[in-house]
């Protein structure tokens, strides 16, 4: 008979209070469960308990990883122990860009899809856009005066004048929302336009003119996303968006 290896065995810390559940015991626990381990799930359902175990253990949170008697320490030193990657929040990051752009040509797709059978129209490609533009006005809206801190960094008109960085994202999002539906062209296309041409030439003179390393306030002023390529295409896309209705609409 061959001999059956002992099963993984790992201790685990974590905080299960009546107000508080850890959110990295949890996946802490998830971890070692789908990396085949049998876990010890140690709760630490007060306060004095938590204290102890860090005092004890010379640590400054929880959870608390053991693995064979050896301590690993919480979630982030457990992923590098098995070889997982670990993000750094503080790294510059092109993904919340991507995925946004992602999901709004996916919406427009599923709306063309919805009215005309197909999802591959032009207006499914008008819609990309509209959606697109509303969509990064939201996630400026969320915090205006963190947006307005880094949009400052590199917007030429913002720079000269304060007050536009707050006005930007309420105007971006006024014109998608009338691109989107089809009406006041008269005023979105204006707007879109100027917004567009003002942030492409700041971007063009920040990273490409100037080389100047910043973080892009696109998605909002919290975020890691670098100033470049990708902040660029938000500005072209209105500016082409804006050409294109000129000429398609009556």
């Known amino acids: 008979m061959p001999a059956t290896s002992e099963p993984r065995q790992a201790t685990l810390y974590r905080m299960v209070m009546e107000n508080h559940v850890c959110p990295y015991g949890l996946k802490a626990r998830d971890l070692l469960r789908r990396q085949g381990y049998i876990v010890d799930d140690v709760w630490l359902t007060t306060r004095e308990q938590t204290d102890a175990v860090k005092a004890e253990h010379d640590v400054k949170t929880t959870p608390l990883v053991f693995i064979a008697g050896e301590r690993i320490g919480g979630y982030d030193d457990l992923r590098r122990h098995l070889g997982k990657k670990v993000t750094d929040p503080k790294a510059p990051s092109y993904t919340p860009v991507i995925a946004l752009f992602a999901i709004t040509a996916l919406m427009a797709a599923a709306v063309s899809q919805a009215i005309y059978g197909t999802p ?7 819609w990309f856009v509209g959606f697109s533009m509303v969509v990064l006005a939201l996630l400026k809206l969320q915090n205006v005066e963190s ?3 880094m ?5 030429l008109l913002a720079k000269r004048w304060v007050p536009y960085s707050y006005i930007y994202p309420f105007a971006e999002g006024l014109a998608g929302v009338l691109m989107i539906a089809g009406v006041f062209i ?6 879109a336009l100027f917004i567009g041409t003002v942030g492409a030439v700041s971007v063009i003179k920040a990273v ?3 080389r100047r390393e910043l973080k892009c306030a696109c998605v909002g002023g919290s975020s890691n996303v670098p100033l470049g390529f990708l902040s660029l295409t938000e500005n072209l896309m209105m500016i082409a ?6 000429f398609a609409w009556p």
């Open 241 to 246: 968006m804006a050409v294109w209705m000129t």
């Open 208 to 210: 490409y003119l100037d």
């Open 120 to 126: 591959f129209t032009l207006h499914a490609a008008e």
């Open 147 to 149: 947006f307005a801190t």
């Open 186 to 191: 008269w005023l979105s296309v204006p707007v």
């Open 151 to 155: 949009f400052l960094n590199y917007d």
